[in-house]
């Protein structure tokens, strides 16, 4: 069972790639963005933020999934 859901706050100044926060109910655990330099999507955990494997597990299906999307997504465009 999922605890954790994926805000999406929309996309960042350059309209390129999106934004999506990670909750635990109404408790924000920090944010999923682009990282160019590796050219994926990776988490970035607010201070004071503790996770067990299940929840980073789920972190890392989701970092794999939306970046997959992406890729699919530019490589059309390209």
């Not at 201070?47 to 939306?66: H, N, Q, S, Y």
């Amino acid at each position: 069972m999922s605890r954790l859901t994926f805000h999406d706050k929309g996309t960042t100044r350059s309209g390129l790639t999106r934004i999506w926060a990670i909750l635990n109910g109404d408790i924000e655990l920090g944010n999923v963005s682009w990282f160019a330099n590796w050219r994926r999507y990776t988490f970035s955990p607010l201070p004071g933020r503790t996770f067990d494997a299940e929840c980073l597990t789920e972190i890392t299906w989701f970092l794999g999934k939306v970046t997959n999307e992406h890729n699919r997504t530019t490589e059309f465009e390209q």
